[in-house]
């Protein structure tokens, strides 16, 4: 079973770091571009960051970009989610989602990140 | 990187059919035939439903379907059923970036 399981979130004061993970098992993960996408509390869907197979072609949305840093471990089967400065804006479950070349699939359960003094 | 534009709410009755509306520009919808349906219920993570504009994954109903036209993408739920009510959200691929729309609520009345 393909399976998506996020972990590192937590609270954290404005200015802070976090360091989420995402272990991935059931398929072979270095094969496929990974993505995280988060959800504000009440709020849609955003796309964050996108990580190539062998981490060759790494994009960022401008919400983010200059302050979150997306990497992978193909090794551990683990992508990784650096974000620096953080803000009240960046609150939000964080999920990680399998790129299948043009969509997402699976998603893992998310984990919530909550930026608050 | 400006989000697709989806109704906010749209509603049915069981055994009916309802369409949401996903609209973007000719640098997402418009550009590439990659949009993407997602199912959320409530508590949960997103479900993949539609991909590549109209394929359905194994295990996704035949009573949802997908179309494109210009910049507008839709998604039909026909013979409506109580579970289906949950939010919907399109995606776009769109070269380096990937956008979302802000996601509809489905009430199945």
């Known amino acids: 079973e393909v399976q998506l399981v996020e972990s590192g979130g937590g609270l954290v004061k404005p200015g802070g770091s976090l360091r989420l993970s995402c272990a991935a098992s059931g398929f072979t993960f270095s094969s496929y571009s990974m993505n995280w996408v988060r959800q504000a509390p009440g709020k849609g869907l955003e796309w964050v960051s996108s990580?190539?197979?062998?981490?060759?072609?790494?994009y960022y949305a401008d919400s983010v970009k200059g302050r979150f840093t997306i990497s992978r471990d193909n090794a551990k089967n683990s992508l990784y989610l650096q974000m620096n400065s953080l803000r009240a804006e960046d609150t939000a479950v964080y999920y990680c989602a399998r790129d299948v070349v043009t969509r997402f699939d699976p998603w893992g359960q998310g984990t919530l990140v909550t930026v608050s003094s | 990187q400006s989000a697709l534009t989806q109704p906010r709410s749209v509603s049915g009755s069981p055994g009916q059919s309802v369409t949401i509306s996903c609209t973007g520009t000719s640098s997402d919808v418009g550009g590439y035939n990659y949009v993407s349906w997602y199912q959320q219920h409530p508590g949960k993570a997103p479900k993949l439903m539609i991909y590549d504009v109209s394929k359905r994954p194994s295990g996704v109903p035949d009573r949802f379907s997908g179309s494109k036209s210009g910049n507008t993408a839709s998604l039909t739920i026909s013979g409506l059923q109580a579970e289906d009510e949950a939010d919907y959200y399109c995606?776009?691929?769109?070269?380096?970036?990937?956008?979302f729309g802000g996601g509809t609520k489905l009430t199945v009345l």
């Open positions: 995606c776009s691929y769109a070269g380096s970036y990937r956008v």
């Open positions: 990580i190539s197979s062998s981490s060759s072609y790494i």
